[in-house]
T-cell receptor, first 115, second 111 residues
Framework: DADVTQTPRNRITKTGKRIMLECSQTKGHDRMYWYRQDPGLGLRLIYYSFDVKDINKGEISDGYSVSRQAQAKFSLSLESAIPNQTALYFC??????????????FGAGSRLTVL | RKEVEQDPGPFNVPEGATVAFNCTYSNSASQSFFWYRQDCRKEPKLLMSVYSSGNEDGRFTAQLNRASQYISLLIRDSKLSDSATYLCVVNRMEYGNKLVFGAGTILRVKS
């Protein structure tokens, strides 16, 4: 089994629908992240969490919300999906590093299409 | 201006060639640097960290120039399996240790 598992892997939905992307990890890492990737733009951070009680906005959090249900689970919700949220979404985890050089382990990605 | 900029390529090279990518970053507070590799439709994976003194891992050599704020990746003796997108990543030592990703450079190695 993968260290970081994302579900669903692919989803097509319609504008206005609520969508949840789920992420679970077996690495025992405290830190979890949600990124989206768009062609030509690289990965952009949506939300991140350093532990179960810690939730922080990233650079593009508008239109998204998250829930850290447990150390191993971090879900991303689109309350009312819109077409420009069509993208490839990645969940990632990292361990704490004293040097700050946290290395990310990514899930396989969730491809979301909003019609 | 993007905080991390890369030439998108594609770089088309024959097997056995040496190829180099550069990446520039704009925030002088950046403290840690990485190269990630991303295969088509797959997740990014860490290729190597980049240290101030430069570092090598087999056919891959990474260099950092803090004065000019750029990072380089050199691949020697290119293999077909090196075909991928290479992402330059910069980490800033602030709350969240925010990682900033470049958009990536596409490498295609051809036989």
């Amino acid at each position: 089994d993968a260290d970081v598992t994302q579900t669903p892997r692919n989803r097509i939905t319609k504008t206005g629908k609520r969508i949840m992307l789920e992420c679970s990890q077996t690495k025992g890492h405290d830190r979890m992240y949600w990124y989206r990737q768009d062609p030509g733009l690289g990965l952009r951070l949506i939300y991140y969490s350093f532990d179960v009680k810690d939730i922080n906005k990233g650079e593009i959090s508008d239109g998204y919300s998250v829930s850290r249900q447990a150390q191993a689970k971090f879900s991303l919700s689109l309350e009312s999906a819109i077409p420009n949220q069509t993208a490839l979404y990645f969940c990632a985890t990292s361990d704490f590093s004293v040097s700050g050089a946290n290395v990310l382990t990514f899930g396989a990605g969730s491809r979301l299409t909003v019609l | 201006r993007k905080e991390v900029e890369q030439d998108p390529g594609p770089f088309n090279v024959p097997e056995g060639a040496t190829v180099a990518f550069n990446c520039t970053y704009s925030n002088s507070a950046s403290q840690s640097f990485f190269w990630y590799r991303q295969d088509c439709r797959k997740e990014p994976k860490l290729l190597m960290s980049v240290y101030s003194s430069g570092n090598e891992d087999g056919r891959f050599t990474a260099q950092l120039n803090r004065a000019s704020q750029y990072i380089s990746l050199l691949i020697r003796d290119s293999k077909l399996s090196d075909s991928a997108t290479y992402l330059c990543v910069v980490n800033r030592m602030e709350y969240g240790n925010k990682l900033v990703f470049g958009a990536g450079t596409i490498l295609r190695v051809k036989s």
